[in-house]
């Protein structure tokens, strides 16, 4: 079992950076896919991002690809988003989850509570 944390959402201007980070307990964090998913008010939940067992391959989401990096520390169990580029659209409630490899969330077994990112124009 996996326990997710999120952290380091905030208020950031149209076309600036933020990385959100994700702290998960458990010895067990390196055997899962990683992934990043937002979910913005009166909208379903848009899959961001993954990052597959250990690192070796990653997969983005059209809209972010190019400006969003995700990452992770299995050392210290951490998952990273690195968001640059900004834009109003961008704002949403970032969830991490833990699961297979898929844009789907529900693929996901595990999530955090979420952090919110809020974009100005």
């Known amino acids: 079992q996996v326990q997710l944390v999120e952290s380091g959402g905030g208020l950031v201007q149209t076309g600036g950076s933020l990385r959100v980070s994700c702290a998960a307990s458990?010895?067990?964090?390196?055997?899962?896919?990683m992934g990043w998913f937002r979910q913005a008010p009166g909208k379903g939940r848009e899959f961001v991002a993954y990052?597959?067992?250990?690192?070796?391959?990653?997969y983005y989401a059209a809209s972010v690809k190019g400006r969003f990096t995700i990452s992770r520390d299995d050392d210290r169990n951490m998952l990273y988003l690195q968001m640059n580029s900004l834009k109003p659209e961008d704002t949403a409630v970032y969830y991490c989850?833990?699961?297979?490899?898929?844009?789907?969330?529900?693929?996901?077994?595990?999530w955090g509570q979420g952090t919110q990112v809020t974009v100005s124009s």
């Open positions: 989850a833990a699961g297979t490899a898929s844009s789907s969330y529900k693929m996901y077994n595990y």
């Open positions: 458990g010895r067990t964090f390196a055997m899962y896919t």
């Open positions: 990052i597959s067992r250990y690192g070796g391959y990653t």
